[in-house]
């Protein structure tokens, strides 16, 4: 026969619970420069019982400084983020703190980057920049770089939680379009297998963002023949026959740029 319990009982139970030991919250920190934006990770991040927002940055220095002194579990960080414009945040950061797991968020989403939906060959203006950054899909570029997962601004609230869940244990979180470019890498051995000099890295990058001859004269202060030659060198290596499917091509496979 079974009866009530006792209010000792009860309070054995309640102690049991309480010196069970709690399952450690995953800590993140949220780099954003736009406020609106990283107020709105930060409200949605907080809604989950199992994360804690320990720190926000606006820019790449304070980004550092807080996860070197935070020690957080995953750095979710927009990549237009200030501060190192030239080589990436993503190396930026890792090089100061190789361990940190990095969720990587596009400045974009899906149907508005310019890089995964080109404009067409007959409607594309000359001076119309395809690309963003270094010329190539940002999110493929930041998984080259490091960043164990990879979100577009375009997706779904519960695929950030997802994501932020994986990279905190470990594992690495690609959001469809990335994992299908590093794919279509998979798929070009001859063209991925191309080398590049490092001036024909940077003439490379410029006309995947649109630039014509006298641009990337300009740009590199180099001769507009020069510019041609390098050109001409880039397009051989590639197998292209013209700038414009050389520029679509570069924005595509940004591990071309990772020698």
Known sequence: MTGRRSGRDRTATRSARSAAPQRRRIRIVVADHQSIDRGGIVGLLERERDF???????GLEETIEQCRALEPDVLVLTLSLPGQERSGVVPAIRAALPGLR?????????????????????????ELKVTCGLGTDCLQLAAAQGAMGTLR??????????????????????????????????????RR????????????????????????????????????????????????ADRLQAGLFLARHPLVFRQ
């Open 102 to 126: 990095i969720l990587a968020l596009s400045e974009r989403g899906e149907g508005n980057c310019l890089v995964l939906n080109p404009p067409s060959r007959h409607r594309m203006p000359a």
């Open 193 to 240: 297998g191309a080398t590049f000099s490092p001036r024909e890295l940077e003439v490379a990058a410029l006309i995947a963002e649109g630039q014509s001859n006298k641009e990337i004269s300009s740009s590199l202060g180099i001769s507009e023949p020069t510019v041609k030659k390098h050109v001409g060198h880039i397009l051989e290596k590639l197998g292209l």
């Open 52 to 58: 804690e927002v320990v720190g926000e940055a606006a």
């Open 153 to 190: 601004r375009s997706a779904d609230p519960e695929e950030l939680l997802r994501a932020v869940r994986a990279v905190a244990e470990g594992h690495a979180w690609y959001d469809r379009t990335t994992a299908g470019g590093m794919l279509a890498n998979a798929g070009e051995p001859q």
